[in-house]
């Protein structure tokens, strides 16, 4: 039957389609729920308890299709209809997934063949995310169990928006079905075979393909180029996949509701940065809002880097606002918040461009993988430390959430993200590293960024217009197709800044190693060349103008040649130190600075720092009172036209600064804030100062 009951006459309206932008009427504030992992019936004291802290949404059944569908053509909505029902007593929006990232036992029953054949042979039932994507039969019944839920809850008020899935990828699928899909896509770019022999080098120990017929198991090829463009392909499965879902959603979903995905980023064991195994930005193409999921270390380890490298990475899908679908409450053990961190970490999102912030998940699980992945709750559901926090971050936002919600922000520094050379280097890594390679690169420039107070935008690699940037960060560009390499050097003629480092301009989309001069096209634009890189073993790096300011060279070390460049550290070895390390060129009306190999944190920050001032990037502070992590600042302007200011204490120690901005009013406080006044925060504290 149909959900009954909802008692708001009045939707949230969080999606104007006719602007093409993402804006919430207030900043959501909630939990993932799962009344179907309850060991007993408690929805209304949980509402209860959600509406006493202030939270606003929760996110339900993307998890529970077995519960949805316990038999073929068999539907239950009793979990679901009264979710929404005790939801809309306490003023609760929701947002529903579609329930097709696990598959139910019968589904594998029906057809065996549904779980995907990978690298390592056929999936065994058990885990989530085991089914091959492409299947038709999970197709077919994907598009029942939605058809069905979307029917039963589109006349819900209190639904606001749609999840597709949940952190979707292709799972490695690779069985013959997948790859003759693969042929065909490649015989489309290559209706020449002889083409694309060529392009990808397959002569190479006789792997040459001279019919299509032929085209052998790419499981086992040896050649990454061959290798990297079928991880394309699945990259695209994922695409396809979340863009078909979208289709369906949007023939029941009302104007006023959006369509989100929780992406999710590379993992160590926490978000570290950009996924290899989506094509984010063609991904967000289908949805409404970009969504994401972000998990970082807690406790001493708590720095607030992985918030906004991830949620800069969000906020560029759609060149908008973004929704937090999951973060960490209590979360892994070691994950447990020293109090006040919660609230910490809520305000980094919202000042980062998140218009809302949701904890996976509300309560903790008794049973099964995740039974010590904590919720909000513990598992014997009283009120804890993380609860009474989430309660002051809830409160806070209902009385000061219409002055920080739709943050609009304007950076001068972006950072240039592309999928194919974290693939490449995935393949090729760098010395010490193999599958997080370019996050590593990428991070080591984002990070130090961050420390000095820079905050920084993400574009794609698609992009070939740069020119509302003064400064472009390039980091590890190994893959890289020659327009791009040209809009590059177009961009520092221009009067654009290019920062770029070791492994860029190597080889094209296809992982061809381009055979002149490295770096290939940007040579002149760096004012530099290479013909040999090595590992650097017991080498050390010298700033040129401070030879006493040192750094190990970690990971990978290009002996560059300065051509019209200057050097601007070296290496410190007997053999090697005739190589600079650093150089910066002025090519056109712009300029260039080239990392050779990586530095530890305070060089690279310190060439950061002088090469940014030295440009005189608008806006940074490079004064000998900005302020420097652990004190994090960020900026924006928020509905009514006012600036922001958040001011954040990343440590255990008091921290005392001078406010150097106009006057205004803080915001947690209500208090009046002068130009010079003293701002004091305690250990994991923040401050928001609106000016007038």
Same mark, same amino acid.
């Given at each position: 039957m149909k959900a009954t009951g909802c008692s708001r006459s009045h939707t949230d309206t969080c999606f104007n389609e006719m602007e093409n932008t993402m804006q919430t009427e207030k900043l959501y504030f909630g939990a993932a729920y799962y009344s179907e992992y309850l060991p007993y019936d408690r929805v209304e004291k949980d509402m209860e308890m959600?509406?006493?802290?202030?939270?606003?949404?929760?996110?339900?059944?993307?998890?529970?299709?077995?519960?949805?569908?316990?038999?073929?053509?068999?539907?239950?909505?009793?979990?679901?209809?009264?979710?929404?029902?005790?939801?809309?007593?306490?003023?609760?929006?929701?947002?529903? *997934?579609?329930?097709?990232?696990?598959? /139910?036992?019968? !589904?594998?029953?029906?057809?065996?063949?549904?779980?995907?054949?990978?690298?390592?042979?056929?999936?065994?039932?058990?885990?989530?995310? &085991?089914?091959?994507?492409?299947? /038709?039969?999970?197709?077919?019944?994907?598009?029942?169990?939605?058809?069905?839920?979307?029917?039963?809850?589109?006349?819900?008020? &209190?639904?606001?928006?749609?999840?597709?899935?949940?952190?979707?990828?292709?799972?490695?699928?690779?069985?013959?079905?997948?790859?003759?899909?693969?042929?065909?896509?490649?015989?489309?770019?290559?209706?020449?075979?002889?083409?694309? &022999?060529?392009?990808?080098?397959?002569?190479?120990?006789?792997?040459?393909?001279?019919?299509?017929?032929?085209?052998?198991?790419?499981? *086992?090829?040896? &050649?990454?180029?061959?290798?990297?463009?079928?991880?394309?392909?699945?990259?695209?499965?994922?695409?396809?996949? !979340?863009?078909?879902?979208?289709?369906?959603?949007?023939?029941?979903?009302?104007?006023?509701?959006?369509?989100?995905?929780?992406?999710?980023?590379?993992?160590?064991?926490?978000?570290? *940065?950009?996924?290899?195994?989506?094509?984010?930005?063609?991904?967000?193409?289908?949805?409404?809002?970009?969504?994401?999921?972000?998990?970082?270390?807690?406790?001493?380890k708590l720095t607030g880097a992985e918030i906004t490298v991830c949620g800069n990475i969000s906020r560029s899908l759609k060149k908008d606002n973004y929704l937090v679908l999951e973060t960490e409450a209590q979360g892994n053990i070691d994950w447990l918040p020293y109090p006040g961190q919660l609230r910490l970490q809520a305000y980094s999102h919202i000042a980062n461009g998140s218009n809302s912030v949701m904890y996976w998940h509300w309560h903790s699980i008794h049973n099964a993988i995740e039974s010590y992945w904590k919720g909000v709750l513990s598992h014997d559901f009283s009120e804890n430390e993380t609860y009474r926090e989430a309660c002051v971050i809830g409160n806070e936002w209902k009385r000061i959430g219409s002055h920080l919600k739709n943050i609009k922000k304007t950076n001068h520094v972006a950072v240039l993200l592309d999928n194919a050379s974290l693939t490449g280097l995935s393949h090729f890594p760098l010395a010490t590293t193999a599958e997080h390679s370019y996050n590593l690169v990428m991070r080591s420039l984002c990070d130090a960024l961050y420390r000095l107070n820079i905050e920084f935008d993400m574009v794609s690699s698609r992009e070939r217009n740069f020119s509302s940037y003064e400064c472009l960060i390039v980091p590890a560009l190994y893959s890289a197709p020659e327009d791009l390499l040209y809009a590059l050097e177009s961009y520092v003629k221009d009067g654009g800044h290019l920062i770029t480092t070791y492994r860029s301009a190597f080889s094209d989309e296809h992982l061809k190693i381009y055979s002149d001069v490295q770096p290939h096209i940007l040579k002149d634009c760096l004012g530099i060349h290479y013909d040999q890189y090595t590992y650097p073993r017991n080498t050390s790096v010298k700033l040129q103008a401070d030879p006493s300011v040192t750094s190990d060279a970690t990971e990978w070390m290009d002996l560059l040649f300065c051509d019209t460049a200057k050097t601007i550290a070296s290496y410190a070895h007997p053999v090697y130190g005739a190589y600079a390390a650093v150089t910066q060129n002025t090519f056109g009306k712009g300029s260039s600075l080239y990392f050779g190999t990586m530095l530890d944190d305070k060089m690279t920050e310190q060439i950061l720092h002088d090469y940014l001032q030295e440009i005189h990037l608008s806006d940074a502070d490079f004064s000998k009172y900005a302020l420097h992590f652990p004190i994090i600042t960020k900026q924006g302007e928020n509905d009514e036209g006012h600036h922001l200011f958040y001011y954040f204490n990343y440590s255990m120690e008091e921290q005392k600064f001078p406010y150097p901005h106009e006057a205004g009013r803080e915001l947690l406080s209500d208090t009046e804030i002068s130009t010079g006044s003293v701002l004091t925060l305690a250990p994991w504290d923040v401050a928001i100062i609106e000016t007038y």
């Open positions: 959600m509406e006493r802290a202030g939270m606003n949404v929760i996110r339900i059944a993307e998890s529970t299709w077995s519960t949805l569908e316990p038999q073929e053509g068999v539907f239950n909505f009793t979990h679901i209809d009264h979710m929404l029902q005790v939801a809309a007593a306490h003023h609760i929006s929701v947002i529903i *997934g579609t329930p097709t990232y696990a598959i /139910p036992t019968w !589904l594998v029953k029906k057809y065996p063949d549904i779980l995907a054949i990978t690298a390592n042979g056929q999936e065994i039932y058990g885990h989530r995310q &085991n089914m091959d994507i492409t299947h /038709p039969g999970y197709l077919e019944h994907c598009e029942r169990i939605i058809r069905v839920l979307m029917d039963h809850v589109r006349n819900v008020p &209190n639904v606001i928006g749609y999840q597709l899935d949940n952190e979707t990828k292709s799972y490695g699928t690779a069985g013959p079905r997948v790859q003759q899909m693969f042929v065909s896509y490649l015989k489309e770019q290559f209706p020449d075979i002889n083409a694309f &022999n060529q392009e990808f080098g397959l002569d190479y120990w006789s792997n040459r393909v001279n019919k299509w017929e032929d085209f052998p198991d790419v499981r *086992g090829t040896i &050649n990454q180029s061959l290798a990297a463009e079928f991880q394309k392909f699945q990259r695209k499965l994922v695409t396809d996949f !979340l863009s078909w879902q979208a289709s369906i959603v949007k023939e029941y979903k009302r104007p006023d509701q959006f369509i989100t995905q929780n992406f999710d980023y590379a993992w160590t064991d926490h978000s570290i *940065g950009y996924q290899p195994e989506v094509d984010q930005y063609d991904a967000a193409c289908c949805m409404t809002v970009a969504g994401c999921d972000i998990y970082h270390p807690s406790r001493d």
